[in-house]
């Protein structure tokens, strides 16, 4: 595929995206119209929420045009741009792809040990720079997907206060987890690779993510339980708690005076966690490695590892949104608090809360959840390809 259809593709895949959210919006605010309500709050909740979604809307729309727009390297020259600077531009162009040929030629394929190492250092540094960047926006969205939430965007203070709270759990989790997944992938599919069975592309990623997420959720779901209850003021938990507090509560609120008990309320969700991570993941790089038309790691600049990081985790994103509503539900909640519920069946959830609080519910919180998956894609994988390059230039060399 060449770089012009690919480009076109992602162009498109942008546009739906932002016509599917249009979409759910207007079809929200038709559905729950004055006319059908019964004077019920609960019926005026979903409402509020769609109307702020709109509002977060302009913002997935801004932010996808602007990882759109070109940079000044690969941009067409303006018509009152002098020749002598175009020519000189364009010859610049030519001899850095030149370079860029000549050293994918000639660069030898890493081992998966190397393959390993570079993944895990990648990992480290996208899981950082992510987990900074994106949490405010991540806490708004946890807020807005819980049940009859108090939290809109007519007033955004309080939706935004304390929006910092917690981080510290993520990011100590986050950097070793994100690591071990990145290390466990690449050299994953490394060796599938090397090992001549014939899968597809898009199997040897899917088979490489199975593999990854459960060792990257083992370490990471215990912060992701209180980091959502903090984001959310569960019971117990207030703005400003520190993060050990947090982990004291937590154990305190296991069903038992046992370690197991303590471990088991800590890795509350665990199960919901990969079975949303799986889709989520697969979907996220089954359509980067598309977009990117299967090139290697050195052939990926930053600025197209930005754009199509976007476009694919806002499409995986938008897809799982039903099961990230679930499993933020699920951890916000002690284990003790939702016996009634523990014994249901994943799909059986699923259900019921179609049933009791309408289908748009298992939607709620997409448009802010798309507009951060787009700004967290485009870190990820720009830094993810920028890390991997300078690692594996480092092998090389060696």
Same mark, same amino acid.
Request: hydrophobic share 40%; proline share 5%; charged share 15%.
């Given at each position: 595929?060449? &770089?012009?259809?690919?480009?076109?593709?992602?162009?498109?895949?942008?546009?739906?995206?932002?016509?599917? %959210?249009?979409?759910?919006?207007?079809?929200?605010?038709?559905?729950?119209?004055?006319?059908?309500?019964?004077?019920?709050?609960?019926?005026?909740?979903? +409402?509020?929420?769609?109307?702020?979604?709109?509002?977060?809307?302009?913002?997935?729309?801004?932010?996808?045009?602007?990882?759109?727009?070109?940079?000044?390297?690969?941009?067409?020259?303006?018509?009152?741009?002098?020749?002598?600077?175009?020519?000189?531009?364009?010859?610049?162009?030519?001899?850095?792809?030149?370079?860029?040929?000549?050293?994918?030629?000639?660069?030898?394929?890493?081992?998966?040990?190397?393959?390993?190492?570079?993944?895990?250092?990648?990992?480290?540094?996208?899981?950082?720079?992510?987990?900074?960047?994106?949490?405010? %926006?991540?806490?708004?969205?946890?807020?807005?997907?819980?049940?009859?939430?108090?939290?809109?965007?007519?007033?955004?203070?309080? %939706?935004?206060?304390?929006?910092?709270?917690?981080?510290?759990?993520?990011?100590?989790?986050?950097?070793?987890?994100?690591?071990?997944?990145?290390?466990? !992938?690449?050299?994953?599919?490394?060796?599938?690779?090397?090992?001549?069975?014939?899968?597809?592309?898009?199997?040897?990623?899917?088979?490489?993510?199975?593999?990854?997420?459960?060792?990257?959720? /083992?370490?990471?779901?215990?912060?992701?339980?209180? +980091?959502? #209850?903090?984001?959310?003021?569960?019971?117990?938990?207030?703005?400003?708690?520190?993060?050990?507090?947090?982990?004291? /509560?937590? /154990?305190?609120?296991?069903?038992?005076?046992?370690?197991?008990?303590?471990?088991?309320?800590?890795?509350?969700?665990?199960?919901?966690?990969?079975?949303?991570?799986?889709?989520?993941?697969?979907? &996220?790089?089954?359509?980067?490695?598309?977009?990117?038309?299967?090139? @290697?790691?050195?052939?990926?600049?930053?600025?197209?590892?930005?754009?199509?990081?976007?476009?694919?985790?806002?499409?995986?994103?938008?897809?799982?949104?039903?099961?990230?509503?679930?499993?933020?539900?699920?951890?916000?909640?002690?284990?003790?608090?939702?016996?009634?519920?523990?014994? /249901?069946?994943?799909?059986? #959830?699923?259900?019921?809360?179609? +049933?009791?609080?309408?289908?748009?519910?298992?939607?709620? @919180?997409?448009?802010?959840?798309?507009? !951060?998956?787009?700004?967290?894609?485009?870190?990820?994988?720009?830094?993810?390809?920028?890390?991997?390059?300078?690692?594996?230039?480092?092998?090389? !060399?060696?």
């Amino acid at each position: 595929m060449t &770089k012009f259809s690919r480009r076109w593709i992602a162009s498109a895949l942008a546009a739906s995206l932002l016509s599917v %959210l249009s979409s759910l919006q207007v079809t929200a605010l038709t559905t729950l119209s004055p006319s059908k309500s019964t004077g019920n709050s609960k019926h005026h909740i979903p +409402k509020i929420e769609y109307s702020r979604r709109g509002f977060i809307g302009s913002c997935s729309a801004v932010a996808a045009c602007t990882v759109f727009a070109p940079s000044s390297s690969n941009a067409l020259p303006l018509h009152h741009t002098s020749d002598a600077i175009s020519n000189s531009n364009l010859m610049s162009s030519a001899i850095e792809q030149e370079k860029m040929t000549s050293i994918q030629s000639t660069a030898p394929a890493l081992t998966s040990f190397q393959e390993s190492i570079s993944g895990f250092i990648s990992g480290t540094a996208v899981s950082t720079v992510k987990t900074l960047v994106k949490y405010p %926006l991540d806490t708004a969205t946890v807020r807005l997907q819980m049940p009859n939430t108090p939290y809109t965007l007519q007033n955004l203070p309080m %939706l935004f206060s304390g929006s910092f709270d917690g981080i510290v759990a993520p990011l100590l989790s986050n950097i070793p987890a994100g690591a071990v997944f990145f290390a466990v !992938k690449d050299a994953t599919k490394s060796a599938l690779k090397n090992s001549h069975a014939g899968l597809p592309k898009w199997a040897l990623t899917s088979a490489a993510v199975a593999i990854a997420l459960p060792p990257y959720w /083992l370490i990471r779901n215990p912060s992701e339980v209180v +980091k959502t #209850r903090i984001q959310v003021r569960a019971e117990g938990y207030y703005e400003g708690m520190s993060t050990i507090d947090a982990f004291q /509560l937590a /154990l305190a609120q296991a069903d038992g005076n046992s370690t197991a008990s303590g471990i088991s309320e800590l890795y509350q969700g665990y199960s919901e966690n990969v079975l949303y991570g799986f889709p989520a993941d697969i979907i &996220k790089f089954v359509v980067y490695d598309y977009l990117s038309g299967g090139k @290697g790691k050195s052939s990926i600049s930053p600025g197209e590892g930005a754009v199509y990081g976007a476009l694919s985790t806002g499409v995986a994103q938008l897809v799982t949104t039903p099961l990230d509503v679930l499993r933020n539900r699920i951890m916000a909640v002690s284990k003790a608090d939702q016996e009634s519920d523990e014994k /249901l069946s994943y799909v059986y #959830r699923l259900m019921k809360i179609a +049933k009791e609080e309408g289908v748009e519910e298992l939607f709620a @919180g997409s448009t802010p959840r798309v507009a !951060k998956a787009m700004l967290s894609g485009a870190i990820q994988f720009a830094t993810y390809e920028e890390t991997k390059q300078k690692v594996g230039e480092f092998f090389v !060399k060696k």
